[in-house]
T-cell receptor, first 109, second 113 residues
Framework: RKEVEQDPGPFNVPEGATVAFNCTYSNSASQSFFWYRQDCRKEPKLLMS???SGNEDGRFTAQLNRASQYISLLIRDSKLSDSATYLC??????????FGKGTTLSVSS | NAGVTQTPKFQVLKTGQSMTLQCAQDMNHEYMSWYRQDPGMGLRLIHY???????DQGEVPNGYNVSRSTTEDFPLRLLSAAPSQTSVYFC????????????FGEGSRLTVL
């Protein structure tokens, strides 16, 4: 089983739609969780950290379910500019970050 | 601020040639790392360093060497390039190595013929 698994997609949605991505992780000792965004042919950039209580940043909501070992990213009111690959990132203290392979989102007008 | 700077951005090599990918950061980050990204494989860690003089292997270290003589610089060396090393390489740095906030360079696209 891969350490961090994501549905690769692509997710094709119209503008204004709500879309959710899930990511599962295998190591129950994982302590930190993040979502990164990567535009086509660009470097990954931190989108948001994921906190135990869940957190929101504008149209983006991240949630963590430790019991089921998954994290989610919800995007409301999708914009064309949200088209990108979203990377789930996990680590435990004292180890390097583990990246998922990414979920591709395409928002169309 | 320059952040993380990688050079070159593009490189074509012949099998067996050697080269060095340069990475420099001006944020005084202790942690630096090299990833390669291949279609369908995601980002895979090659080597990392938690401070000057300290390096360690990641998931896919074979065929690559690194050194960390200064806090700012973390070059990646390919001693004898192989077609399997055709990839996009990203350098990343962070203030603390296991805290998750990585700053990436723009990437170096390497093709080995």
């Amino acid at each position: 089983r891969k350490e961090v698994e994501q549905d690769p997609g692509p997710f094709n949605v119209p503008e204004g739609a709500t879309v959710a991505f899930n990511c599962t992780y295998s190591n129950s000792a994982s302590q930190s969780f993040f979502w990164y965004r990567q535009d086509c042919r660009k470097e990954p950039k931190l989108l948001m950290s994921v906190y135990s209580s869940g957190n929101e940043d504008g149209r983006f909501t991240a949630q963590l379910n430790r019991a089921s070992q998954y994290i989610s990213l919800l995007i409301r009111d999708s914009k064309l500019s949200d088209s990108a690959t979203y990377l789930c990132v996990v680590n435990q203290a004292g180890t390097a970050l583990i990246f998922g392979k990414g979920t591709t989102l395409s928002v169309s007008s | 601020n320059a952040g993380v700077t990688q050079t070159p951005k593009f490189q074509v090599l012949k099998t067996g040639q050697s080269m060095t990918l340069q990475c420099a950061q001006d944020m005084n980050h202790e942690y630096m790392s090299w990833y390669r990204q291949d279609p369908g494989m995601g980002l895979r860690l090659i080597h990392y360093s938690v401070g000057a003089g300290i390096t360690d292997q990641g998931e896919v270290p074979n065929g690559y060497n690194v050194s960390r003589s200064t806090t700012e610089d973390f070059p990646l060396r390919l001693l004898s390039a192989a077609p399997s090393q055709t990839s996009v390489y990203f350098c990343a740095s962070s203030y603390e190595w296991d805290k998750g906030v990585l700053f990436f360079g723009e990437g170096s696209r390497l093709t080995v013929l």
